[in-house]
């Protein structure tokens, strides 16, 4: 599996039939997510995305749909879809079961919450849920966010109210 077909699509080509990947998981619907959709598309593997971001991708298409809390089943892994609208209506993060590994998109960063000021943004929206469904995972969860270095639930657990009181 690839998560977010983002751009230089001649590499991700390359990587998706060296590693045997079939099908890419898209964390949400922004351009700098989806660019290289088209190639993955027309090159023969199925794009799925969150039905909530689906028209963002009406340019470039999709094939299936991600539905909340989906198990995804890629050879012995198993990922879990947890929905995190905010950053967009339809994000969503993937959690890897027996794992302490989580690749959230531009829900959460090293930092604070992805921005929320794009049409269908909302910070209020994307604070409840990193505190409801992101900060419950246990603190040496790895957060790998789609740009940027890892960091760990628990070293972002304790700035929840920082985030909230600068407002973003």
């Not at 099908?23 to 088209?38: F, M, N, S, Y």
């Not at 023969?44 to 298409?61: H, N, Q, S």
């Not at 969503?92 to 921005?115: Q, R």
Request: proline share 6%; glycine share 10%.
């Amino acid at each position: 599996v690839l998560i977010d077909a983002a751009n230089e699509h001649e590499r991700l080509l390359e990587l998706c039939q060296r590693l045997g990947v079939r099908r890419v998981l898209e964390t949400h619907g922004h351009w700098d997510h989806i660019q290289a959709v088209p190639a993955i598309r027309e090159a023969g593997y199925e794009v799925a995305v969150t039905a909530k971001d689906a028209p963002m991708l009406k340019d470039c298409g999709y094939d299936v749909f991600i539905d909340d809390a989906e198990v995804i089943e890629v050879g012995r892994l198993r990922l879990h879809a947890i929905h995190n609208p905010g950053h967009t209506p339809g994000s969503v993060s993937f959690l890897v079961e027996g794992a302490p590994l989580l690749f959230t998109g531009d829900t959460l960063f090293p930092g604070g919450p992805g921005a929320t000021k794009f049409e269908g943004g909302d910070f209020a929206t994307i604070i409840d849920s990193i505190d409801t469904k992101l900060f419950t995972l246990p603190a040496h969860t790895i957060v790998m966010p789609g740009h940027g270095v890892s960091t760990t639930i628990g070293a972002e657990r304790p700035h929840l109210q920082e985030w909230v009181d600068r407002g973003w």
